[in-house]
């Protein structure tokens, strides 16, 4: 919200922090893949998970696997690419940001999937420490 509609985003991350704990998978050492798709509805944020988009309402199918009449996800990844091996990993968020200010699709957030391969834990925008929540970096060049 904080970046001018005019401006031209330049580059932009996704950073996201494991988890780490009693019961925590080691970091994958296979190759592993993640993926963003953005979400085509207005969610709420107090129930949903990935069964629910609101209370009582269910999503058409998890892991962005409807794209008939009225789909849940847009049929893109706005981004993908492995999870690190260690705490931190990283995603090119550049694309996702452009799919978002191009004016036609709404911001409702996206859904954040992997293969089986990499079970990750992860911190999320509720964490207590502010250095542990999910943050987007961005680079832009106002107009």
């Known amino acids: 919200t904080g970046i001018p509609k005019d401006a031209t ?16 998978r080691k970091p994958p050492e296979k190759p592993n893949l993640w993926v963003v798709e953005p979400c085509n509805r207005a969610w709420d944020e107090a129930s949903a998970n990935c069964y629910f988009f609101a209370l009582g309402k269910h999503w058409k199918a998890v892991n962005g696997l409807y794209y008939g009449e009225d789909p849940d996800f847009w049929p893109i990844f706005a981004a993908h690419g492995p999870a690190g091996g260690g705490a931190v990993s990283v995603w090119d968020f550049a694309e996702a940001l452009k799919f978002w200010r191009d004016g036609v699709h709404a911001n409702h ?12 834990r992860m911190y999320t925008n509720r964490a207590k420490e502010l250095k542990h929540r999910p943050a987007v970096m961005v680079i832009f060049e106002p107009k």
Not at 17 to 22: D, E, H, N, P, Y
Request: hydrophobic share 45%; charged share 20%; net charge negative.
């Open 9 to 24: 985003i330049l580059a932009a991350k996704l950073v996201v922090t494991r988890t780490s704990g009693a019961g925590d």
């Open 109 to 120: 957030g996206f859904f954040f999937h992997g293969d089986s391969i990499d079970y990750m």
